[in-house]
């Protein structure tokens, strides 16, 4: 379920803004871009929630429950593709049962598929972790472990994982389930009406180089950027700018 607000969103997002501005953050994005398992007592960054915790996201924390209303439900690029085709993409996304341990934390699944062939083929899941710290909002993220159920093969063209539809699956992610992605941090921060969200640049590593994201977030979707940055030539290249808009189910 969506928190409902406290304040007005203009009200909010103007308090957010001064908040983001005026306070340093004691979380901190690694730089070495490997991956660990998460452990519910690792950093002041956060770490793995304990089961049976609090199911609904932020629960109490107006800009986390903000960030909820706005980051979950389903979208597609539809639209997007109608215009410039491309890839057909949809976007997934819902909360974590049982992880969050405070109202401090909202944890969330979210999963892409690729539809462009009518086939509908997960190829990102993700768990993130966005937990406030000196008034920032800081999304930790994590890869499943190969061997869970939810866990992505881009390369195996095996299905869709439609996580979101399988509450039990979510509810029994454990620690050793989430492999952290280390400088892949996404922090958030109050952009007009709206959030934007980014990695610090060139801290999310891949093979020979880093991946740069930003994300602005609304209420009726979002737009997610990607960009490769080629450690060898120094040079940021595109890689996808998906527009992503909220599917409305049909009344």
């Not at 993700?126 to 866990?151: N, Q």
Request: charged share 15%; aromatic share 6%.
């Amino acid at each position: 379920m969506i928190a409902s607000w406290n304040v007005t969103r203009p009200a909010l997002v103007a308090a957010t803004l001064f908040v983001l501005v005026g306070c340093g953050s004691s979380l901190s994005p690694g730089s070495s871009g490997s991956m660990s398992v998460a452990a519910s007592s690792s950093s002041s960054s956060g770490g793995g929630g304990g089961a049976g915790g609090e199911g609904a996201g932020g629960g109490g924390s107006p800009l986390l429950d903000a960030i909820e209303a706005d980051l979950l439900g389903d979208f597609d690029n539809s639209a997007q593709h109608a215009m410039m085709a491309g890839k057909l993409i949809e976007r997934h996304v819902c909360v974590v049962p049982g992880r969050a341990d405070s109202a401090s934390v909202l944890w969330l699944f979210v999963e892409q598929i690729d539809d462009t062939s009518g086939l509908r083929e997960t190829y990102s899941t993700r768990v993130h972790e966005i937990r406030l710290s000196a008034g920032k909002a800081v999304a930790r993220v994590f890869k499943l472990a190969v061997t869970h159920p939810l866990a992505d093969d881009p390369y195996a063209l095996d299905g869709a994982r439609d996580g979101c539809t399988k509450p039990a699956i979510l509810q029994a992610i454990t620690d050793a389930d989430l492999l952290y992605r280390d400088g892949c941090d996404l922090t958030f921060a109050a952009g007009g009406s709206d959030f934007v969200a980014a990695t610090e640049a060139n801290t999310c590593a891949v093979p020979g180089g880093f991946i740069n994201t930003s994300e602005s977030v609304s209420p009726d979707g979002l737009t997610q950027t990607d960009t490769y940055f080629d450690a060898a030539s120094k040079k940021p290249q595109p890689l996808s700018a998906l527009t992503f808009v909220r599917v409305v189910p049909t009344p």
